[in-house]
């Protein structure tokens, strides 16, 4: 009897073991699946996969998202807000090919050793995923969109014959976190960017000319703002078409955009019109920018589809708040917009590509 009852202990200890288990399992998936849905940016969405699952699941050594990405739409946002802290190569984007030699259908994850084929496609930069992976499709409106991975280093962590409920409800949030994520952060560019040329919008200048001259205003330093305006234009569509012009006007808006620092400010304010602020930059530095961006304009080469080369100028107005003045008037921004607009029409009145400077009254 007492060999029997020594027995039934060890049985209910390792049951209850196996409870707390069970609980610590299921707490920690649902710490991950809260924090996912309340996330709104796929750089964050990344780190609480990446790092989330490791730190809350011992043996776990590494997590990586594959997800289709033919227009390297996602690899954009995430390099857009990608932090320090975000982990190498923990998005991969994966072909619709190799996705399909991933899984069959019916889709379901899939757990066992690593091989050579797998770790360099799913973990390149990971190598403690040398032992076993457990990798969850991504489904999403019936299609499949990627794949969750977990990487270990011990061969027996991941084995086919472990249960897959958990990881299966996990990669499903995941699936429909990648797309709310991708969804809310193009609502948030759509909002604030030109479409044509993937810079900021004039909605996103305004806003940010507010916010700049505001930072001018408690001295903080110069403030330089530009507008420029694309020579000719209108015979360009006329001549060439309008699918010329808007190949154009992208090139130029990549031109302008090339040296900007963080801080720079550069958008579309409509038509054939870009306008610049530079903060922390004095007349003179200003003035050698926009010069500068006029002959890279001017210098560049502009083909169009019939093969011919065009001649692609600009003319640039600019002006500059002087720390410390105080002859802008009761509107600073206004000013600053109002001289810059002269200044231009003073360029392409004296013969375009040029940059002209408006000088302080």
């Known amino acids: 009897m007492e060999q029997g009852g020594t027995t039934l202990d060890q049985e209910w200890v390792k049951l209850r073991n196996q409870l707390r288990d069970n609980e610590r399992i299921w707490s920690g998936f649902r710490e991950i699946e809260v924090r996912m849905i309340g996330s709104h940016s796929l750089t964050n969405l990344l780190s609480i996969l990446t790092e989330g699952i490791p730190e809350t699941f011992p043996g776990i050594e590494c997590v990586s998202l594959a997800c289709i990405d033919p227009e390297y739409e996602m690899m954009r946002l995430i390099d857009t807000g ?176 090339k040296d900007l620092r963080g801080s720079d400010v550069l958008a579309r304010y409509g038509g054939e019109e870009f306008v610049l602020l530079l903060p922390g930059t004095t007349a003179v530095q200003g003035f050698a920018i926009a010069d500068r961006l006029r002959a890279n304009i001017e210098q560049s080469t502009f083909v169009i589809p019939e093969g011919l080369d065009l001649n692609i100028t600009v003319s640039i107005g600019m002006a500059c708040l002087e720390p410390g003045a105080d002859s802008y008037g009761p509107d600073p921004a206004a000013w600053l917009f109002r001289h810059v607009d002269a200044a231009l029409y003073e360029a392409k009145q004296t013969g375009r590509n040029r940059v002209v400077r408006a000088q302080p009254q």
């Open 82 to 257: 990608a932090g320090s802290s975000l982990r190498p190569n923990c998005f991969v984007a994966i072909s619709r090919q190799e996705l399909d030699a991933l899984f069959m259908r019916p889709w379901r994850p899939r757990l066992g050793p690593v091989n050579k084929h797998l770790h360099s496609l799913l973990f390149a930069e990971h190598p403690n995923a040398t032992g076993s992976v457990a990798l969850a499709p991504l489904i999403r409106r019936g299609e499949l969109i990627g794949s969750l991975n977990q990487g270990s280093r011990d061969p027996h962590h991941f084995v086919p014959s472990t249960a897959t409920d958990l990881l299966e409800h996990l990669a499903a949030v995941a699936a429909l976190c990648v797309d709310n994520a991708v969804n809310h952060e193009r609502l948030k560019l759509d909002g604030l960017t030109d479409a044509l040329t993937g810079v900021s919008n004039r909605r996103f200048f305004e806003r940010r000319l507010v916010e700049e001259v505001e930072r001018w205003a408690r001295q903080v330093g110069p403030l330089v703002g530009m507008l420029v305006d694309v020579d000719f234009f209108k015979q360009v569509n006329d001549q060439y078409g309008h699918q010329v012009g808007d190949r154009v006007l992208r090139q130029i808006a990549s031109l302008l955009g």
